[in-house]
Every structure is written in C-alpha cells, then in structure tokens.
C-alpha cells in the first residue's frame, strides 16, 4: 500500500511510482489479449468476493443503500469487465481500411496501441465505479495506471487502495490517496493519457495540467441535466422515473435530470404523480424520510451547506417548496424537495444541484422550453419524455447534449455500448466499452508498399510529370 509523507514531499513517492511505471509500460504494451484478460479478472474476482466490503464502505462514507451499490456501481462494472473481457480480442486485431486508386500496391490498416502512462482521477459520488472501471479499460488497452480516488469517500478510497496492492505490483497499477493538493501534484507528470471524472470547474485545471505535457484526455463531466416532459407524456410513468433519477444516490449522480420542463397543461397531474411517486418511494408507511434505508445522505457539511444555500437563495428569491424541504444538518440529510416558481437570477437555475432538490418549470411552447436548455452550457443527458415521435425529433435536432434517453432516466449507464459522455463544459471523449478502449489507446494507421512506386510523380517536373499528376488529381 502506498502511504503519503507530508504535503511537501509529495513528489518523491509519484515520481519515483511513474518512473517504474513508465520502465514497465513497454512491457505492459506487449500483453497479449488473454494476459490482459487475466488482469481483468483479477479485479472480477476481488469484487465478487468482496461484495459486502464495498457495500458497507460506501455506507460508512454517505450511507448509500447497499441496493443502490449494487445499481449503481458493481452492475455496471460487472457489465463493462463481461463485456471488455469479450470482446477484447476482437478490438486488439489491427483493422484493414481502404486504398485510393493513386496509391494502388499499397495497403493501409490501423493498429490501437496503449497510450502509455495514464492517471486516473475520480470523483466521491460513485467512488468505486469511477474508479475501477476506466482501470478496466486502461488494462484492456495495455496501459500502465496510477488511480487518485476521491478523498471524500475515504473508506471507499481506502478499500480500493488495498484491492490495487492486492492485485497489481505498483509498477502496473498504482493508488495515490488524498485530496485537491495530492491530485494537482500528480497532474504534474508527464502522463500520457488522463482519465478524469469530476467537475467541470476541475475538469479545466486537470486539461490546463495536460496541455503542459500536451497529454490527451478524458474529461467525464457534470453540469445542469434537463428534463422535458411534453403534454403527451406517460404522466405517472414520467413522474416516476425523473423522481427515481432525481433521488438515487440522493440525487448526487452526475446524470441526475437537474431540473425540469413539464407542458402547462399537464402540470397539475404530472405534480401529483410526483408527489405520490416520492411518498410511495420514501414515506411508504407514513414515518418521515429519514427512517428509510433507501435514501442515502449528502457526502458531507460543506456540499450539505451548499445544496441549502441553493434552496434558502430560491425561496428568498420567490420561489416557492411545493414538497419536502426538510432539512438536517447533525446528519447531512436533505428531504426530497420540489421547487416550483424558479427563474433564471436563481443560483438553483445556474448551478449543478447535485442534490435532492428539483426546480419545476412550466413551458406551453416548446421553443420556449429549448430556449431554457439552450441558453445554457451544452448538458450531460438531456431526458425526454413523450409520446409524440415528431416532438422527440424536433426537440433532438434542436438541442445538443452528451446523451440521450427516451422515456426514461439513468439507464444510459447502464448499456456499454452506447457512448457514454459529455460535450464541451459536461465533458470530452467518451466512456463506456469500446469507446473507452478507444479513449486509451492511440490509433496508430500502418501503410505498407507491397509494389509499384510514386517515382513517377518526383522531380523534376517535366510536362510529362506534370501532366501525369494533373491526371492522379483530376481523376483518381
Ligand atoms: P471534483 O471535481 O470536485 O473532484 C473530482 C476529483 O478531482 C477528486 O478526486 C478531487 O480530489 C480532485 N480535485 C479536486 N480539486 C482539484 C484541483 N484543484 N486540482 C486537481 N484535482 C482536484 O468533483 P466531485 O465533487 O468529486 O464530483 C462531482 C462532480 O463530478 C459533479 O460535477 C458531477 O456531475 C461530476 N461527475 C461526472 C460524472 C461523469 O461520468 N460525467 C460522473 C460522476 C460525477
């Protein structure tokens, strides 16, 4: 296990780590498919025994309901390992690509080879996952790895510090623990590749950090999800979804619908059926929410203020809880809380939420509903819910975000071989089974001569040459 010194001698450790890293990179780059198979499920192993280990770790960090581990996390890192694990042979064979006519005796294809060094930096929300998985398809690509969990959910961070020893000798993997500073640090080396899940005011410090060693990324980032439920929708079918959404992991997803966009005239059904849903959900037997072991808490004081900030802002300034609202802070637990009455000047409109608040706003012309989304930065999901296929297109062509789910909220995680990720402020690149393969590793074209020549094309340019290669331009 890796143990810290102080703040100041920081480097020496990472460094002296990425140096032994990068001597064993060429080796890692020279695995074949089923080696890295093996790798791979060394940690599929670990987790299937350790189940309950990571469970109770993410209670101790913010109570998260040991249901919600296994939805939220191991589903989709079993998902991605089956898949990767699968698939990998087939994404490792160099792929044949076409020949122009002009270069007739010559064949092209491409290879992907691991980009080298990466870092793997997460975030605290779902602090295993984010972690674990980009470290599947770093291995996947043949890449050697330092991984810097979240230091907010410290017992998840500890957990998968001891999983990484376990597992890997420090010259393959690597886990620094710690905070911004320990982070900022490691941003100092010359890695290859950094793979980074957070926010998007860090996801601008972390590209600023690369652009030093001109390093590529992955940015996975947050920002203001919307969701638009049209006068078609399937009220109650909507109404559950978006409060499931909006509640899992207590609202601390980064794909959680932010806030929504519901039809004028559907308002008072759809308002009912939320209310009813998040009852249903939380209160079934009447005891207030705090009672249920299905409702995680805030991941600590300082993001407890900030979410109640955003509330006590809103109310000050005119808006009005239609549900919920409680709050306490001995146990950074935040009730399920509608806001109806919210307008722009709003820090709740402008900030991510993250949290179980959620702004309703009415629209009764779609323009105007698109104008709301497109004023804003470009969002991770955007969440459409109707029944009218031409509004579904209208709304797709007319708007830009990460992704997109019909009908439905969250379960774009879910599906590896949809591109999960962001555009611009919510992020670049993207994750997920072979786009992640992709993220690390370097598609290196390969063109070989088997005959012929373009010696006929050198200087100097007689009229001959030249006409021969006004003929390859205008015709070939
Ligand atoms: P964060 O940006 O505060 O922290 C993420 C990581 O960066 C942590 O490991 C942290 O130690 C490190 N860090 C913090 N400050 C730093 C600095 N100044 N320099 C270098 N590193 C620094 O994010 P968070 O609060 O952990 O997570 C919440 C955010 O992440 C939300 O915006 C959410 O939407 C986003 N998120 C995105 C995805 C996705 O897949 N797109 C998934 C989960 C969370």
Redesign the pocket.
Known sequence: MTTLPPKADLHTPMRTTFDAQRRHASKMALTSADQRIERIRRIQTWIKIHQSDIQQVMYDDFRKPSAEVLLGELMALHAEIKHTIGHLKQWMKPQSLPTPMALIGTRSYFRHEPKGNVLI??????PFV?TIRPLVSAIAAGNVAIL?????TPHTAGLINKMITALFPPEEVAVFE???????A??ELPFNHIF????????R??MA?AANHLASVT?????KSPAIVDETADIKQAAGQLAWGKCLNNG?????PDYLLVHQSIKQPFMQALHDTLTGMYRPDGKPVEASDSYARI?NQP?FQRIKNLVDDAVNKGATITYGGRMNADQNFIEPTVLEGTTDDMRVMQD?I?GPVLPVLTYTNLDDALHIVNQREKP?ALYIHSRNRKNTQYILDRTSA?DTVINDTLVQ?GNVELP???VNN??LGK?NGFFSFQEFSNQRGVMQRDFGTMKFIYPPYTEKVKKLINFLVTYL
């Open positions: 930096i997460a975030p605290w929300n779902y984010l810097k969990p979240s230091e907010l710690g905070d911004a500073d320990v982070s900022k490691l941003l980074f899940t957070g926010s998007p005011a860090v996801g410090i972390v950090a940015l996975e980032l947050g920002g601390q997803t980064c794909i959680a991941v993001h991510e993250f991770l990460g995680f999960f990720g962001g919510s992020g994750s």
